[in-house]
């Protein structure tokens, strides 16, 4: 069994992920728990989330704080991350994991459903570091951990709206680090191949899937959601100072 890292400047760092409750989020909340981070989260999943902070109370020295929040009403967003920060203090990290891949057919998009896309998978970046940027100038600096996707490097289909909405965290992620850098703000991307959430497992994965995942994979085996987490602690932790407006891939070699 490997050992995985364990990162001291983690200890009592406060963290605010997006989309917390299930899949990679879950995985993430958890490892920063195990990392002896104090970790605050939001989703629309409540009883998910809740048994999520209940299992996790004996992971490490601070349970994880969750609140209900759908991230498409910005203002309800904003309100719940000042409301955490006064209760658990100014955030060092943010990470915008949240995102919903729902297929879609080029012919049937109208207006509110693209703009329902962009809503969910794109405005959040922007606003969830609009809400913290006060707080990390003043904690001297921080780290913000962008979540874009493998989909539009592989050109999947039945998707293009969230294909370029993750393309587009790319270009977000670049022009907000120079923007940032400043305040000693990082701001990196993580892009994710295919990863075997339980979603990904219950609607995608067939026997053709399990051909796919050994013909375009470098790496044999599964990518799971521990896989992506473990990026997002190093680029949540001091060991990853110096690295900005990067993007890293994290996808078996697919692409």
Known sequence: MS???????LEGKRIFVTGGGSGIGEAI???FVDQGAVVAFVDILEAES?????RLRVSGPHAPVFRRCDITDIPALQATMAELAAELGDFDVVVNNAANDQRHQIGEVGVDYFDERIAINQRPLFFTVQAALEGMKRRGGGSVINFSSMSWHAKNPNYPIYAATKAAAIGFTRCLARDLGKYNIRVNAVTPGWVMTQRQVDLWLDEAGEAEILRAQCLPGKLMSEDIASMVLFLAADDSKMCTAQDFVVDAGWT
């Open 3 to 9: 050992k995985l890292a364990r990162y001291a400047s």
């Open 29 to 31: 909340v958890a490892a």
């Open 50 to 54: 809740e048994a999520l902070v209940e």
